[in-house]
Structures are given as structure tokens and as C-alpha cells.
């Protein structure tokens, strides 16, 4: 049987030493133009390829990050989960896919997660809980929560960071728009109860409705859900109804305009206005043209490997960052006038 190539016959082959093959197959690793070009010739002559399991033995990294995720059906997650994979890959770490239970912390797949040793742990639309991030900070494995700010309290609070859009401002500039546009009866369509993001958005709103002069006149929750938003919107408007109605995110706002729309024959913006929050893609197309605002899902995602890469290579020191948001008027509030 023939035997694969090693590191050493590249090096040969090349003229270089055996450190110069590995940092040229290392990203971000220190290596000359000149030396570089040798090594891949000789690499691809040989067909050499660099063992990833090898590497981490010797580094003790795997350059391994775990994405864990729920809300698929959320159409903002699929969107980060493209983009955040894609800028890992570019730094040279290998995405790990966990689904968690909607709802629920990942407790479920914690173990699974540690066996694979990964260098970083990224939670999106996922709870973390007491015991997962305690048993990350004994180690030391850096925990970010993407678009979650946690709510523990003690250790495992300051042994996450997180990544988070303003949801404060923006749902201060949904109460400001809707109350300049006229509307005096406002609803608001909550996520989860124990959801940070939903929390900050709902307070942001109310906060402004009040600096206004006016106040919440109606209320549900949606649980992040398309047929329980539906639901939720029902039992809302089965009496006194609001004339403006903001939603937690696009995908319970989306739900919305179909009830409204479809079932109950209301017109949008005359009858009722309605604003979401993430402007996933489906928000501008025609069918919906949705009024939301905008998450910059790029400026997050940088943000979110700019703090693991800090922090995989250095002592964790947890921080949050908190990126601006932009109101995106479309038709499903009435113009100024």
C-alpha cells in the first residue's frame, strides 16, 4: 500500500524546514511569499495533506467552534449561521452544528459539545444555563452568546460574553414612529418571557410610549412562533384592538400581516400599522414590504469572532458589545404626511 506523504518529505521536497510546512498550512502563521510558493508546490506534487487531528495534538486546539442554535424557522438565524460560519471558516476554525431544544438551555448536547474539545462556544437563540457555563469557564472555554444577553447571575454570568443589537433604541424608534404617524391604541407581540431580546425591545417601547404621552393598550406573547403568533394575534384584536401593533421580530410580524390581512380583511396601513424587528430578506418582499429594524448581522458577526478570537487566545475577560440598529420604513405604516 502506498503511504501517505508526511510533513517531512514536503519539507524535502521543498527545501524547507519542517516548521515552514507547518505555519504554511497554519492561518495567520508567519511565512514568506517565497517560502509559501515552494511548499504548496511541493504539496500538491506529492499530494500531501495536512492532518487537522494531528495539528491539534501538538497545539492542543482543534481550531473547532461550536454553533449552537434553535428558532431555524426564524428566517434571521439561517441568515447568521451562513455569515458567521463563512467568516470562521475564513479565520481558519471549523463550524460544529448543534440544534438545542426550543425554549430550553443546552444542557442536552453539553457534553457532546466538550467531547469534540472545541476552542470556542457560540449561542444563538439558545439558553444558557447555570451548569453549561460553569462547566465551560473550569476549561476554559469561551462561551459568546450571540443576540442574548444572559440573565444568570454570579459565575456563570461573567464567564459568557455577548453580541447584541441596541434592542433598547430600537424599540424606542418603533413607539416614536408609530405615535408620529397618529396611532393612539399600541400593541406590542412579545417573544419569549425570559427572553432578553424581546425583554429590551418591549421595554424600549414602552419607555418612549410613555416620554409620548400614551401607553401600552394591548398585549401578547408569540413565543418566537409562526402558528402561535397567529394564535396570539387573534385572541388580541377579538376586541377594543390596537391600531398599531410592533412585534418582537418579523417572522411573529410576517404571521401577523396574514392574520390581519387574510382572515380578519383589515388593510395595511389604513385599518392597522405594523412594524417587526430583524429585517430578515422576506421583510421586503412585495407580498409583505414590511416596516422593521434592521439588525446589522454583519457588524454582529464580526464582533462575535473579533471577541472569541480574543478570547481563545488570551485569559477570558467577558465584555458585552452592543451594535447600532436602523429603523426601515416600508408600507406597512402610513407615510408622513
Known amino acids: 500500500m502506498r503511504t501517505a506523504p508526511r510533513a517531512q518529505d514536503v519539507a ?22 517565497e517560502t509559501r510558493r515552494k511548499v ?87 439558553m444558557l444555563s447555570p451548569t453549561l457555563a460553569r462547566s465551560c469557564a473550569e476549561v476554559g472555554v469561551p462561551v ?32 416614536r414612529l408609530l405615535a408620529g404617524r397618529g396611532h393612539r391604541r399600541f400593541g406590542f407581540l412579545a417573544g419569549l418571557e425570559d427572553s432578553s431580546t424581546s425583554l429590551e425591545r418591549e421595554r424600549g417601547f414602552r419607555d418612549a410610549l410613555e416620554a409620548e404621552g400614551h401607553a401600552l393598550h394591548a398585549r401578547a406573547v408569540g413565543h418566537y412562533d409562526f402558528e402561535r403568533a397567529k394564535q396570539a394575534v387573534r385572541a388580541m384584536f377579538a376586541q377594543d384592538p390596537p391600531d398599531a401593533l410592533f412585534a418582537a421580530n418579523d417572522h411573529m410580524a410576517i404571521a401577523s400581516l396574514d392574520v390581519l390581512r387574510q382572515e380578519l380583511g383589515l388593510r395595511v396601513p389604513r385599518d392597522i400599522a405594523v412594524v417587526g424587528f430583524d429585517d430578515v430578506p422576506q421583510a421586503a418582499w412585495g407580498a409583505y414590504d414590511l416596516t422593521t429594524v434592521r439588525q446589522g448581522v454583519d457588524p454582529m458577526v464580526e464582533a462575535t469572532v473579533t471577541l472569541l478570537r480574543e478570547q481563545m487566545h488570551a485569559e477570558l475577560r467577558p465584555r458585552d458589545v452592543v451594535v447600532p440598529v436602523e429603523l426601515v420604513e416600508r408600507g406597512t405604516v402610513r407615510p408622513a404626511t
Do not use: C, K
Request: proline share 2%; charged share 20%; no cysteine.
Open 12 to 33: 524535502d521536497l521543498a527545501e524547507v524546514s519542517q516548521s515552514a510546512v507547518s505555519r504554511t498550512f497554519t492561518p495567520g502563521a508567519s511565512v514568506s511569499e
Open 40 to 126: 504548496l508546490a511541493a504539496a500538491q506534487r506529492l499530494g500531501y495533506r495536512p492532518n487537522a487531528l494531528a495539528r491539534s495534538l501538538i497545539t492542543r486546539r482543534s481550531r473547532i467552534v461550536a454553533l449552537v442554535m434553535s428558532y431555524l424557522e426564524n428566517q434571521f438565524y439561517p441568515l447568521v449561521m451562513e455569515r458567521l460560519s463563512q467568516r470562521l471558516q475564513r479565520e481558519g476554525y471549523h463550524v460544529l452544528m448543534f440544534i438545542a431544544e426550543v425554549g430550553e438551555a443546552a444542557d442536552g448536547v453539553l457534553a457532546e459539545i466538550l467531547e469534540y474539545q472545541v476552542d470556542g462556544i457560540v449561542m444563538a437563540s439558545a
Open 144 to 175: 459568546l452568546q450571540f443576540n442574548r444577553v444572559s440573565a444568570l447571575g454570579g459565575l456563570a454570568r461573567h464567564a459568557s460574553s455577548s453580541v447584541t443589537s441596541d434592542n433598547y433604541a430600537g424599540g424606542q424608534a418603533v413607539a
